[in-house]
């Protein structure tokens, strides 16, 4: 099976290199640009990962995300039809559980969420599927990086303790994205796809601060919101109990912080 990748950023880089991904270069608010690609590589599905992902450009410019991550997602069903599998995420709902299923309802806080909605909304329209991702992991990450050097200097760092999600490394999120595409017709329409366990932040980094041998000491707890951050969920990540039961590869907290240690190696 030839599947085409659209959005090469840092899953769909990843993705594209597995066998039998093909990136789509095409850009998804012109039609025209989509049916050169789908004619030139002729796919037998399509991963959507484009889009804007930054929550805090979404609350800036939010017709802008609109633009990119709804109508772009409806311009590629236009074009290519049912068989496309895109990628969502756990702000879709609220925060107010870490408890979500795949039935639950959805209650977006913020302009990234309600933008994920809406190519949701348009992927069910057009019979396609949805895999929603709550927070991949990688050291390339600004974030982790920073706290990286910053616990290797002997600096603290200070890290939430309300922001819960079902953290996993990007490189098994892949794993997830890849097993969905090939074995995209016998799967339900949404599927549920992160960690086994939901840690909050702080958590989390005290697990990465002992794996890299790090004084978890350095791990402040931050108990209060940046007022300068658009609004994020709390409770997120989600249950992930149907991917588990449909035999999708599940990795566990531990599993993520030892990729994280192997990446530096």
Request: glycine share 8%; hydrophobic share 35%; with cysteine.
């Amino acid at each position: 099976m030839k599947i085409g990748v659209i959005g090469h950023g840092k899953l769909g880089s990843l993705l594209l290199r597995r066998d039998g991904f093909f990136p789509l270069k095409c850009n998804l608010n012109k039609i025209d640009t989509i049916e050169k690609e789908v004619n030139s590589v002729q796919p037998d599905l399509i991963v959507n990962l484009a889009g804007i992902s930054s929550v805090e450009e979404c609350e800036k410019n939010y017709p802008k995300a609109i633009q990119v991550n709804v109508n772009g997602t409806s311009n590629l069903h236009k074009v290519f039809g049912d068989r496309v599998l895109t990628v969502s995420s756990d702000h879709v709902f609220n925060g107010k559980s870490c408890r979500n299923t795949e039935y639950s309802t959805l209650a977006p806080i913020n302009n990234y969420g309600f933008t994920k909605v809406g190519a949701e909304a348009v992927s069910n329209i057009y019979d396609g599927k949805i895999i929603r991702l709550s927070r991949t992991v990688s050291i390339e990450d600004g974030d982790i990086s920073d706290w990286l050097l910053r616990m290797y200097k002997g600096e603290q760092i200070h890290v939430s303790t309300f922001i819960y999600r079902n953290f996993i490394h990007r490189q098994f999120a892949v794993d997830g994205i890849e097993y969905f595409s090939l074995h995209y017709n016998g799967l339900p329409r949404i599927v549920h796809y992160a960690g086994l366990d939901n840690y909050s932040f702080y958590n989390f980094m005290l697990l990465v601060a002992d794996e890299f041998g790090f004084d978890r000491q350095l791990v402040v707890q931050r108990k209060e919101d940046d007022p300068s951050y658009a609004p994020r969920p709390r409770n997120g990540g989600f249950r992930v109990k149907l991917a588990e039961s449909l035999k999708f590869p599940m990795y566990s907290i531990v599993d993520t912080v030892s990729r994280l240690l192997k990446e530096t190696m």
